[in-house]
């Protein structure tokens, strides 16, 4: 009798256990998305475009979601680094990755290593866009584009430009500013643009392709001289400053363009919604006006939308690539 009462006792307890971990489990697996802190990869050092935007945005996701937003700057390999360790996170929508076009689009094109396929990864919202700018280091002589490239032509391989690294938009625009002109100049990779830059201002590399964003304060102080503008019209901030297009290579044109991403696998509620909230915010009239005081284009899309801007900029750079003629790495 005992031994049936005991018996019952058990089962009874197993039972009640069994229901409260259902209960917990159903009530973990429908807790609303963030629940907890989210991780942004950016695969470039502090100081870039992308890093000021990143900040702006990460702020008013974290306010939204009420949760912690974390920036992990992890640069290295034209990107590679920290778009390799973002592809193997788990696809949950905690960690996200926040980059220009060089991984998405680009990198699978130059480096022969990739360890990732940025075509499986799960396309959240286009960030903002930014014109390109040739900034050059004072001590080099040229006021003009024309003269820069008179320069470059009387000394072929002499003359350096600094990049972010192959695959790098700055690299491409500088490999076809090469072609249109006729010139060889010779490459200087750093890890980001901010490196780049100090060594721009400095004189110990004489010239590179970098966003209006970080540039132009450095045109301002006189610490180096944006010679032309890589947009199809000239920009209403730099009136006086030609563009490439009207001055040395006609229909040259470079702009820099931000997307967020999900890790392949990401579920599809927790990429819209996620795209929606950033979407959202980028087109509040307080986020918009400090983008634009950066001289950022806020623009904010679907998760197709933005599926598609990858497939644009792949076919985009693939013929900047070959026309170039860029060789793989």
């Known amino acids: 009798m005992l031994g049936r009462i005991c018996l019952k006792l058990r089962n009874l307890i197993v039972g009640i256990l069994c229901a409260v971990a259902f209960v917990g489990g159903t009530a973990r697996a429908q807790d609303p998305f963030p629940s907890r802190q989210v991780r942004v ?11 000021a935007l990143v900040r702006i945005v990460t702020d008013q996701l974290a306010q939204k979601w009420k949760q912690p937003v974390i920036v992990e700057n992890l640069s290295g390999g034209g990107g590679n680094i920290g778009t390799t360790r973002f592809a193997r996170s788990t696809p949950d929508g905690y960690t996200l990755l926040f980059a220009p076009p060089g991984p998405f689009t680009i990198n699978p094109l130059l480096y022969g290593d ?32 024309s003269r820069l490239i008179v320069i470059a032509k009387a000394n ?34 750093y890890r980001g643009a901010g490196p780049a830059l100090n060594d ?9 392709f970098d966003t209006i964003v970080t540039s132009l304060p450095l045109h301002r102080s006189k610490k180096a001289r944006i010679l032309a503008v890589a947009t199809d019209k000239r920009l209403r901030v730099l009136p006086d400053i030609p563009t490439i297009s009207e001055s040395v290579a006609p229909g040259f044109r470079s702009v820099s363009r931000f997307a967020a991403a999900a890790p392949h696998g990401t579920p599809a509620a927790i990429v ?6 950033i979407s959202d915010l980028i087109r ?21 939308e933005a599926t598609n801007f990858f497939k644009e900029e792949t076919t985009l ?12 790495q």
């Open 41 to 51: 990869v950016v695969p470039f050092p502090p100081g870039s475009t992308l890093d």
């Open 114 to 145: 990739v360890s990732y396929d940025p075509s499986t990864f799960a396309a959240i919202s286009l960030l903002a866009t930014v014109p390109n700018v040739l900034v050059t280091t004072t001590k080099i002589g040229a006021e003009t584009p």
């Open 156 to 189: 072929p391989n002499r003359l350096t430009y600094a990049t972010q690294g192959v695959g790098s938009t700055a690299f491409l625009t500088a490999k076809l500013f090469e072609a249109r002109n006729g010139i060889e100049m010779v490459h200087v990779p």
């Open 200 to 208: 721009l201002v400095a004189g110990h590399v004489d010239m590179m």
């Open 272 to 277: 819209e919604k996620i795209s929606r909230d």
């Open 284 to 304: 509040h009239p307080s986020v918009d006006a400090r983008l634009r005081e950066l001289q950022l284009d806020p623009v904010g899309s679907t998760p197709s």
């Open 317 to 328: 750079w693939t013929k900047v690539i070959r026309n170039a003629d860029v060789k793989p």
